[in-house]
């Protein structure tokens, strides 16, 4: 393996954002009859990430030519590395795009939450198509760097991989809405069973290891350097803030993304939660600002969009689900992911992606013809921004949707986060126990989506731009 360059992250982005490889993807029509496929036709994708998810959307462009992958853990790379015995290998994607940037067209970022925006928004400021995971990034600012990238540079085809966006089920839930057969929605109910990783603990103690084959520094990217430790990697990350975002932003991005486009909900005006408290002792909960709860629940508030109502989304996870609608008898029970859309004239209940969508009582299922009026997506979600890089348009969850969606859950996650977060009083720089300092966060959090800012608890912006904690 070449010897890696000393490339920091700031040299790198700079370098890459003036940076423009110029390619062409030229339709198949243009080039030759029926069947024919020019190597012009045949899109040079890198994937940041070559395990764990990696392992269930590469594959899925294997008609394409995987011209590199990379991955910080050598083990997790097997499947992809003997589907595509010809791709090179890198461990820092940095060197990958460095070295192989002129060969690249496109590139898939399927890393944790955390090192989501850096990859993204390197590859883009190199003028490649993006499919970056869900959620879009961390935080919100950087999902909103990243939309305005892409805002920014309309020629790239950018996608995020919430595969329920060109499924079938939101699509036959927008017709069913659209008939006018529940009438105008003012509030969603939507849960998860998520958490399914160990959430809510202390951060881990001591020091493991650090397993043969994977790079520890380069794993933890932009975050603080900390000792490693085997519960962050490969899976449970999700459930600590520096690196994740709990079971809210693992799942509503595939929940919420239902209800979010089919009501044109926007930017929210308001977030406010409440959260499952841990005990190890009596009386006193524990106090865990770096980790994400158990369980939530969270209530945000959309407003009025022209002759559309306001409409109130409550969000629950860790297995608590909403009152089961009247209108199901006791045998009918609901889905451990899903959501309910209340309306003036009746509810509508889906599962997760949107599937299976249910009018209640589900006797009217039976009274109703609802012909289909929209489009579906023939291929699969990451073959669809295939399709859009070679054929110029954007696919069903491109940056322009899916940002606005993915800091709507962020900005719940603000109101969870801030349901204990203790803050220092007056001059105190740092917060400890006793009376030197005091939860703030604890109400409901007012919103100016389009400033990206919380109006009225200045405290909770730090979490909206936190700075960047290291380069690596």
Not at 99 to 128: C, E, F, Q, W
Not at 431 to 443: F, K, L, Q
Request: hydrophobic fraction near 35%; charged fraction near 25%; aromatic fraction near 8%.
């Amino acid at each position: 393996m070449p010897k890696q360059t000393t490339t920091t992250r700031r040299r790198f982005l700079r370098t890459a954002a003036t940076a423009a490889a110029a390619f062409t993807i030229v339709p198949r029509h243009v080039l030759g009859g029926k069947g024919y496929k020019a190597p012009s036709d045949t899109v040079n994708i890198a994937a940041i990430g070559a395990g764990g998810k990696a392992n269930g959307s590469i594959p899925q462009m294997a008609s394409e030519n995987i011209v590199a992958l990379c991955d910080v853990d050598v083990s997790m790379t097997e499947k992809l590395r003997t589907m595509f015995p010809d791709a090179a290998f890198e461990k820092d994607w940095r060197v990958m795009l460095d070295k192989y940037g002129k060969d690249i067209d496109a590139v898939v970022v399927t890393v944790p939450d955390h090192s989501h925006a850096v990859a993204g928004l390197a590859a883009m400021g190199m003028d490649k198509h993006v499919y970056i995971e869900k959620p879009l990034a961390r935080t919100i600012s950087e999902v909103r760097a990243l939309t305005e990238m892409a805002k920014a540079k309309p020629q790239l085809i950018t996608q995020m991989g919430n595969q329920g966006a060109s499924g079938e089920g939101i699509r036959r839930t927008q017709e069913l809405v659209e008939a006018g057969t529940i009438g105008d929605v003012t509030k969603v109910y939507a849960w998860t069973n998520r958490p399914i990783w160990p959430q809510g603990g202390r951060l881990p103690q001591g020091t493991d290891p650090i397993p043969e084959g994977f790079d520890w520094n380069l794993w933890l990217g932009p975050a603080a350097m900390r000792p490693h430790n085997n519960a962050y990697h490969p899976f449970a990350w999700r459930g600590y803030w520096d690196f994740g975002t709990g079971a809210l932003g693992d799942m509503g991005c595939h929940i919420i993304d239902t209800p979010f486009y089919i009501l044109d909900l926007g930017y929210p005006t308001s977030a406010e939660a409440s959260v499952v408290q841990v005990f190890s002792q009596n009386w006193t909960p524990d106090y865990n600002p770096e980790t994400c709860p158990p369980a939530a629940k969270i209530h945000i508030k959309f407003p009025a969009r022209g002759e559309k109502p306001p409409v109130e989304l409550i969000w629950t996870d860790g297995g608590i689900l909403p009152g089961t609608p009247e209108e199901l008898t006791v045998d009918q029970k609901l889905n451990p992911n899903g959501i309910i859309m209340v309306g003036t004239k009746g509810k509508l209940m889906a599962d997760v992606y949107g599937a299976d969508p249910t009018l209640l009582p589900t006797s009217r299922m039976d009274e109703i013809d609802v012909p289909e009026t929209i489009p579906r997506v023939q291929t699969s979600h990451e073959m669809d921004w295939v399709n859009g890089i070679k054929e110029g348009y954007q696919p069903s969850s491109h940056l322009a949707k899916a940002g606005p969606l993915t800091e709507t859950i962020l900005m719940g996650n603000l109101a969870v986060r801030g349901y204990d977060y203790r803050f220092p009083k007056g001059d105190q720089t740092e917060a400890t126990d006793g009376d030197e300092w005091e939860v703030r966060g604890r109400t409901r959090l007012e919103w100016d989506g389009d400033n990206m800012k919380v109006t009225n608890v200045d405290e909770m912006n730090e979490f909206v731009s936190p700075q960047s904690n290291r380069e690596f």
